[in-house]
């Protein structure tokens, strides 16, 4: 499967913006998804799952109450909502599918076999 991300920006405090994760190639339908992201010099960082059809989601506690994902099945799309950006959100943001159907979301990276490029997300103060 071939995902594609797009929405990102530069925005300040505050500020709202929405992902998109768009897969082709093969159908994400049936599998679990998630968000993770990378700032310079840190690690990749799990962000948010959901599940293949969008009954379950889990976050990271830094983006709890901020952060919405969800999916668009017939689409082939998932969205990652952010509201009340910070500084500290700022890195790229990227999709990934894991290929294993209808199965709990993982957080961990290394459950995931398909990611895309990412989309740049910068927080100004």
């Known amino acids: 499967v071939q995902l594609v991300e797009s929405g990102g920006g530069m925005v300040h405090t505050g500020d709202s913006l929405r992902l998109s994760c768009a897969a082709s190639?093969?159908?994400?339908?049936?599998?679990?998804m998630a968000w993770f992201r990378q700032a310079p010099q840190k690690e990749r960082e799990f962000v948010a799952t959901?599940?293949?059809?969008?009954?379950?989601?889990n976050y990271v506690d830094s983006v709890k109450g901020r952060f919405t994902v969800s999916r668009d099945n017939a689409k082939e799309m998932i969205f990652l909502q952010m509201n009340n950006l910070k500084p500290e959100d700022t890195a790229v943001y990227v999709c990934?599918?894991?290929?294993?159907?209808?199965?709990?979301?993982?957080?961990?990276?290394?459950?995931?076999?398909?990611w895309g490029l990412g989309t740049q997300v910068t927080v100004s103060s």
């Open positions: 959901i599940d293949w059809n969008g009954g379950r989601t």
């Open positions: 190639r093969h159908t994400i339908r049936d599998y679990p």
């Open positions: 990934a599918a894991e290929h294993s159907w209808r199965s709990e979301p993982e957080t961990s990276q290394y459950a995931y076999d398909s």
